[in-house]
């Protein structure tokens, strides 16, 4: 037991130096968890302020970029499509015009999102419930589609896609009825041709972005095409339009009318006139122009196999311009006039001077001959351009020098686009006169070795018309504003080319042509009329000689005061190629312009030139 004492009082100071040691550790541990609480309070805080923070800038400072974040999200744009301008004959009916139709878009976000839907019926106050399938099953019934299809078209991520295109506004009406979500009928415009082929390449038409890419649609596409409109409005998450909301409307500005000089009754005749030539001699083409010779301006400007611009595709391209302006080939005789008007005009010669005209002439070692044999003749200015000699009008065209030659060419018009809004126009070829050589200095004197477009040639003859002063081509009469104010085209001042003692002398040696010389077929019965045949090699298209000719014929009427124009030129024509034979399509196109305009007949005697003198 002493010993059990003795241990004890040696344990005793141990003891309490563990139970110190334990205290002193509670201690440490201690300051250590109150030094980590008050870093975790210190972050809390931290974390909590960030949080305000956030919420303050959520509610506060970012409100407004939130709602406008959210009106984004919701806001749909629709463009109010301008309607293009018609273009109209010169009488206003329409030759081509845009009708109202409709494109049926879809939100596939918010059609897909939309489950069902209601709709009320006619004349129902309770709703009908569809789901989604069910509404476009009556959308592809409305649209006369597949439900296939339109489910398809409707279902996806995309925000916009097309269902359908160019529906009447009577199946949009059908379409808008169903109110089905994410389905948004937009308004847009077809382009409608409603005498197709006839004016077609005058007319021209449109590509698939609604620009123009031939004729008047194409040169004047910027006023034809007016200036979109927009209407924006807010939509619900199931693509309804939300009623309460503002609807912030531009409205588009339509494009003006393009009035043409055409008058679509004579360019119907004359295409038709100009198809039975092609027919009847088996042509590549043929082309009749017609003009109101006082003012310049063009009544008809008639192709062959023209393009119905309401499928343009179907048409070859080579068809698809007016080849008025586009062909220029060889004239050939009818130029001939022009140097006889040089002729008269500088003092050289009048329509009774004398030439003696042999079978053949040679000049700078150049010779002519003419189309038909013929023995040395006692010839008159007035027979040589009515009997189409070469050699006779080489005689009376060296009498100018060539600078004069080319000179009176240029004052005619040869060489140099006419200006006229179509497409494609070509100036023709018209070397310089230091360029020509030996022979073609004299060739351009009847036709030969210069090249002409239907409308250079034709104006011409309404240079002659119109006592010896060149007109512009004249297409387009007015703009018409949406509102039917109309701006008049001013014409613009003539050219004088010959005196019109001249030009009288001209007419009177054209109207010889038909009344003694060689085209006495051409007859219009109650009309004085004047005209000349032309004919011309025309070159092969791979530039390798020549393989076929360029028949024309113009002429005026009525001769005592000529007021039209008419114009055929047949290219490559098989049998009978002499400009004559198209004298015959005159008559029938002269007299109809004629008696449609209600031209007074003529009350003055015919004019017949002696063609040789004794």
């Not at 449109?206 to 008047?216: A, E, Q, R, T, V």
């Not at 070829?429 to 004197?445: E, N």
């Not at 024309?552 to 290219?571: E, H, K, L, N, R």
């Not at 198209?582 to 015919?606: I, K, R, W």
Request: aromatic share 8%; net charge neutral.
């Amino acid at each position: 037991m002493a010993h059990d004492s003795k241990n004890a009082a040696r344990d005793a100071p141990a003891q309490h130096s563990n139970t110190n040691q334990r205290f002193n550790d509670s201690l440490q541990l201690n300051k250590i968890g109150r030094k980590r609480m008050r870093i975790g309070f210190v972050v809390m805080l931290a974390f909590l302020a960030v949080i305000a923070g956030k919420l303050f800038m959520i509610q506060g400072l970012d409100v407004g970029k939130m709602a406008e974040a959210a009106e984004h999200q919701r806001t749909v744009v629709q463009v109010l499509p301008a309607v293009r301008g018609k273009i109209v004959d010169a009488k206003g009916r329409v030759l081509a015009e845009s009708v109202v139709r409709y494109d049926i878009t879809v939100s596939q976000l918010n059609n897909t999102a939309a489950t069902s839907f209601k709709h009320y019926e006619a004349n129902q106050a309770t709703p009908v419930v569809y789901t989604r399938d069910e509404g476009l099953a009556q959308l592809a019934k409305a649209l006369s589609m597949p439900f296939a299809a339109v489910k398809k078209a409707a279902t996806g991520s995309k925000d916009f896609n097309y269902i359908a295109r160019n529906v009447t506004p009577e199946v949009e009406g059908k379409v808008s009825a169903l109110r089905i979500p994410g389905i948004y009928p937009q308004a847009t415009t077809k382009r409608v041709y409603p005498i197709g082929q006839v004016g077609g390449t005058v007319v021209g038409f449109l590509g698939s972005d609604g620009k123009g890419l031939s004729g008047i649609e194409q040169t004047m596409n910027d006023k034809l095409t007016g200036k979109d409109g927009s209407r924006t409005f807010q939509a619900g998450k199931n693509g309804i339009i939300i009623p309460t909301a503002p609807v912030r409307t531009i409205p588009s500005v339509n494009g003006q009318t393009v009035k043409l000089t055409i008058d679509q009754d004579i360019q119907y005749y004359a295409q038709q006139a100009a198809q039975q030539q092609k027919s009847q001699y088996n042509a590549q083409w043929v082309n009749i122009t017609i003009i109101e010779a006082k003012t310049g301006r063009l009544i008809a400007l008639a192709d062959t196999d023209a393009p119905d611009p309401n499928n343009p595709g179907a048409t070859d391209a080579r068809n698809l311009g007016s080849r008025t302006v586009t062909a220029a080939v060889e004239p050939g005789s009818t130029d001939k006039i022009m140097t006889a008007a040089a002729v008269i005009e500088e003092g050289l010669m009048t329509p009774m001077t004398h030439v003696l005209v042999p079978p053949t002439y040679t000049v700078d070692g150049q010779n002519f001959s003419d189309a038909f044999p013929h023995g040395v003749e006692k010839r008159t200015l007035a027979g040589i351009i009515g009997d189409s000699l070469n050699t006779g009008t080489v005689m009376a065209g060296e009498k100018l020098t060539p600078e004069q030659r080319y000179d009176y060419l240029r004052k005619f018009g040869i060489g140099e686009k006419t200006g006229i809004p179509l497409p494609g126009e070509s100036p023709g070829i018209l070397a310089d006169w230091r360029k020509w050589d030996g022979r073609q200095q004299y060739t351009v004197l009847f036709g030969q070795g210069v090249a002409q477009t239907p409308l250079q040639t034709a104006f011409i003859y309404q240079t002659i018309a119109n006592d010896g002063v060149r007109l512009a081509p004249r297409l387009i009469d007015a703009f018409v504003d949406p509102d039917g104010t109309e701006h008049l085209v001013k014409a613009a001042p003539g050219i004088k080319v010959i005196s019109p003692k001249t030009a009288q002398d001209s007419r009177d040696m054209l109207e010889s042509v038909t009344t003694v010389a060689d085209a006495k077929d051409v007859k219009i019965p109650g009309y004085r009329v004047g005209g000349k045949t032309g004919t011309a090699e025309s070159p092969a298209d791979n530039g390798r000689g020549f393989d076929g000719y360029t028949s024309s014929f113009i002429g005026m009427a009525p001769m005592d005061d000529p007021q039209y124009v008419v114009a055929i030129t047949v290219q490559r024509p098989q049998g009978l190629i002499y400009g004559v034979t198209q004298g015959y399509t005159f008559n029938d196109v002269m007299g109809q312009v004629l008696h449609t305009y209600n031209v007074p007949p003529s009350t003055t005697p015919v004019v017949k030139l002696p063609q040789y003198y004794q």
